[in-house]
Structures are given as structure tokens and as C-alpha cells.
């Protein structure tokens, strides 16, 4: 059973920086792609930034050039690096693992709260 525990998140103010890490633990397929996602209040989450193990990223139009997804030379964990942050970026932010291995199959972190505020 894989595990995911995210750290990093806190209260930051407008144009400041945070990251954020997700470690990954257990039995994880080598085809993998991890990456974050956000929820805001009363919106749907939505993805900020995933990474393959091949090492391909994706963002959202909404973060490019400002945020930053890593991953360690393990591949067992995750950073996003976030840069000028907006009042926006308020969200608790989810690490997911999805593997491709017959199918696909999702893992999901309990989430980090990053607040932006003045």
C-alpha cells in the first residue's frame, strides 16, 4: 500500500515563497507520475503541476512560471516550489501518485494548507 505525507504549507504573505514536499512510501509501480493539486473553497480541485517518472511536467496555465515540481533522484518524492505567490494560490493543496500499471490507479495525500494573505 502506498502512503503520501505532504509537508510545507503555512501561511505566507503576497509575492513570498513556499514548498511544498510529498514523500511516498511503500510499493510504487516505476511507471508512475506524481504531482499536486488544489482545492479551494467552494471550487473543484484542479491540477497545479504533476511530474512523470520519465521526468515530463505539466502545470496549469494559472501557475506557469512561478511554480516549480521536482522530484528527488528516487522518484519517491515531490517538491513544488512556489514563487510570487497570489492571494489565488490560497488552497489546501493534495500530493497524488497515479500509477500505469494495467490501468491506472490514484493514491492521494491528506493535503496542505497554503494561505496567502496579507
Not at 510545507?8 to 515563497?17: E, F, K, Y
Not at 511530474?51 to 516549480?68: L, P
Not at 495525500?109 to 494573505?117: A, L
Request: proline share 3%.
Amino acid at each position: 500500500q502506498v502512503q503520501l505525507v505532504e509537508s510545507g504549507g503555512g501561511l505566507v504573505q503576497p509575492g513570498g515563497s513556499l514548498r511544498l514536499s510529498c514523500a511516498a512510501s511503500g510499493s510504487i509501480f516505476r511507471l508512475n507520475r506524481m504531482g499536486w493539486y488544489r482545492q479551494a473553497p467552494g471550487n473543484q480541485r484542479e491540477l497545479v503541476a504533476h511530474m512523470t517518472s520519465g521526468g515530463t511536467t505539466t502545470y496549469a496555465d494559472s501557475v506557469k512560471g512561478r511554480f516549480t515540481i521536482s522530484r528527488d533522484n528516487a522518484k519517491t518524492t515531490v517538491y513544488l516550489h512556489m514563487n510570487s505567490l497570489k492571494p489565488d494560490d490560497t488552497a489546501l493543496y493534495y500530493c497524488n501518485l497515479k500509477e500505469f500499471r494495467y490501468g491506472t490507479k490514484d493514491y492521494w495525500g491528506r493535503g496542505t494548507q497554503v494561505t496567502v494573505s496579507a
